[in-house]
């Protein structure tokens, strides 16, 4: 009877304990969460400066030099991401880019513009910014990319005493990587690369003779 009592004992003991322990194991599990210090996520926004005014001006004549312009849509702004080595890790539409944006730990450039630019065009604002970013393993990191618009623009007004002297002319301009030509009617900015802007009257006709008519330097972000 005694043998029989012990062992009933016992046996709730060890039932007892091994429901204690496994309470102790779901519960560390339940408190324990793995964090993969290999990575970190990357969370990334777009802003922008929304005015264009002359560089150098100041007061009444700046605002005079303000152009109002819709700002692109973000989502399809083009984002290059590469690695300290120099490796891609993204190059697609900002609006694509992965929902978990996860870089292995380094650092990393970012670059992010409205459109692709290399030669003259016309209504072509082109808004950009890069930035370089730390990754930490188990971190998120926040990177504010603010674009500015980085290519030129200039409009153009004809006197009608011009377009007597150059009837059968049109107006070229010409950056550092093509040119343009700017018919007299034309109302639109062209967009240039900064630096200096060579403006040439050019026969529409045999002999296309060129008439130089002015140089100009502008900036990035400047509208004349």
Known sequence: MRRKIFFNWARNFYLSLCFALL??????????????????????????????????????????????????????????????????????????????????????????????????????????????FVVEGGKSTKVALVCKQINCGLRVTFSSAFKTKFSGSVLKISDSKGSANFPFEETRFVYLNPGIISLVMRRLTSPYDETKISDLSLAANEML
């Open 23 to 132: 309470s102790m194991i779901v519960t560390s599990c339940e408190s324990f969460a793995f964090v993969d210090d290999s990575q970190g996520r990357v969370e990334m926004s777009i802003g922008y400066v929304p005015e264009n005014k002359a560089i150098g001006q100041t007061g009444a004549d700046a605002q005079t030099k303000a152009v109002a312009r819709d700002f692109p849509d973000r989502n399809a702004f083009l984002m290059t991401v590469t690695s300290a080595g120099g490796e891609t890790v993204y190059d697609g539409k900002y609006g694509l880019r992965p929902k978990d944006f996860n870089f292995n730990t380094g650092t990393y450039s970012v670059f992010i513009r409205s459109h692709t630019f290399t030669t003259p065009e016309f209504s072509r604002p082109v808004y950009a910014d890069n930035r370089t």
